[in-house]
Antibody, heavy 122, light 106 residues
């Protein structure tokens, strides 16, 4: 069974940092790309970051709203993806979802985690 | 970045057909994916690559597209199909979700 489990969310002050983890099982993690998607309270889904699999160099993409502040990475030996979030803003408050992308270069998401809540507030 | 526009809401009676559109100038060159999102739950893929349906998704869900518009159709909608639906498209620079459509079946 494909599983993705996010962790690391919580309450954090503006300007501080947080690192989210996405632990996976049930599939060969290294063969897949990963996206992070978030949903702010009462808002729609927002794609924020993507990391390709090793066959495509593990390169990354970011939404303009997080570029320069967030960093996506992966550890294929542990089947884990990460999202390092720096300089957090109140508008980063959202549920953050890790997701599996069955395409090397780019494409849609086939499985999602249950999400981890990030609240940015003073 | 480009935008994908959906109607805010669609309402049907049980057993009727619900159609949700997704429009965007760049859809002519990209696949569209559709997700169902219920409150408190993770999104679920219902259609991929414009018109393919995952095996776990009921046959009443189908996708189509023409030019700059894609459509998700739910034939014989059930109460359990209520929720928010999002179209999604990607290119080498990243992904974009549609504005979302709230589907009500009552």
């Amino acid at each position: 069974e494909v599983q993705l489990v996010e962790s690391g969310g919580g309450l954090v002050q503006p300007g501080r940092s947080l690192r989210l983890s996405c632990s996976t099982s049930g599939f060969r993690f290294g063969d897949y790309s990963v996206s992070w998607v978030r949903q702010a309270p009462g808002k729609g889904l927002e794609w924020i970051s993507f990391i390709r699999n090793k066959d495509y160099g593990g390169t990354t993409e970011y939404a303009a709203s997080v570029e320069g502040r967030f960093t996506i990475s992966r550890d294929d030996s542990k089947s884990i993806a990460y999202l390092q979030m720096n300089s957090l803003k109140i508008e980063d408050t959202a549920m953050y979802y890790c997701s599996r992308v069955p395409y090397g270069d780019y494409g849609g998401i086939d499985y999602w985690g249950q999400g981890t809540l990030v609240t940015v507030s003073s | 970045s480009y935008e994908l526009t959906q109607p805010p809401s669609v309402s049907v009676s049980p057993g009727q057909t619900a159609r949700i559109t997704c429009s965007g100038d760049e859809l002519t060159e990209r696949y569209v994916y559709w997700y169902q999102k219920k409150s408190g739950q993770a999104p679920v893929l219902v259609i991929y690559e414009d018109r393919k349906r995952p095996s776990r998704i009921p046959e009443r869900f189908s996708g189509s597209g023409s030019g700059t518009m894609a459509t998700l159709t739910i034939r014989g909608a059930q109460v359990e199909d209520e929720g928010d639906y999002y179209c999604y498209s990607t290119d080498s620079r990243g992904g974009v979700f549609g504005t979302g459509t709230k589907v009500t079946v009552l």
